[in-house]
């Protein structure tokens, strides 16, 4: 008889799991006006301290980060009070490569039916992965207001892009933050999908839980498991 232990060894044997944070560093890829990422030490024992520390000093929506409702919307709540089912589960990979923003008309045929985690990948992938320092794009590919509607619409609990925002630059009235976070749909920006497959995942998404924070950095997985 198989033994239910067994049966989860086996899964675990065959998982695959697929990084797709952005590596924190000195150098890398930032929005435009965010304090860029940097990292200095307190302590060195290179230097005949006990022991090392480093400090941190940088943007909350630096890398791979989830944005909050206070975000854009004053009466939201808060990074820490994210609500955990969005953040961990069920997710889509949706194949929105040669299109310059993904609209509703590019997501209404591959949203499952029930799209509870959608990530967006994008023609960004690809140049975020050839060029992880930048330079900043300006033309980046973006979510259009009537495909962040549409995934209101469907019960979406998290969207995530593979750029520093998923609006477009320069334009003022950041719809697909308001409609997004006015509905408590999670965002979460800056995920690498170069070389993830459009496909069903399990999302891993956890951010540093900070207190008033708006967003917050987070070290997002995708595993991929026998169904």
């Known amino acids: 008889m198989i033994s239910l232990a067994s049966i989860i060894q086996e899964v675990l044997n065959t998982m ?10 000195d150098g890398m890829l930032t929005y435009p006006k965010d304090v860029p990422y940097s990292r200095t030490l307190q302590r060195d024992m290179a230097q005949g301290d006990s022991s090392t520390v480093s400090v941190m000093n940088s943007s909350v929506h630096v890398g791979t980060h989830l944005d909050a409702p206070t975000h854009f919307i004053s009466d939201g709540y808060n990074v820490e009070s994210i609500p955990l089912d969005h953040l961990y589960g069920k997710a889509h990979v949706i194949d929105c490569r040669g ?22 990948k994008t023609d960004n992938s690809a140049e975020v992965k050839k060029h992880p320092e930048g330079p900043f794009n300006p033309k980046f590919v973006y979510l259009a207001g009537d495909a962040a509607q549409l995934l209101v619409d469907r019960g979406c609990k998290l969207v995530g892009i593979d750029y520093l925002s998923i609006d477009q630059s ?40 900070m207190a008033g924070a708006e967003g917050a950095p987070c070290r997002a997985v995708l595993i991929e498991y026998p169904c």
């Open 170 to 209: 320069g334009n003022p009235e950041k719809a697909s933050h308001h409609i997004l976070l006015g509905n408590n749909v999670t965002i979460v920006e800056g995920i690498l999908l170069a070389d993830v497959v459009p496909s069903n995942y399990f999302l891993s998404c956890g951010p540093l839980k």
């Open 16 to 25: 695959i799991i697929h990084d797709i944070s952005m590596t924190l560093a």
């Open 99 to 120: 299109h310059e923003a993904v609209t509703a008309k590019v997501i209404e045929k591959q949203l499952p039916e029930s799209p509870e985690r959608i990530l967006l």
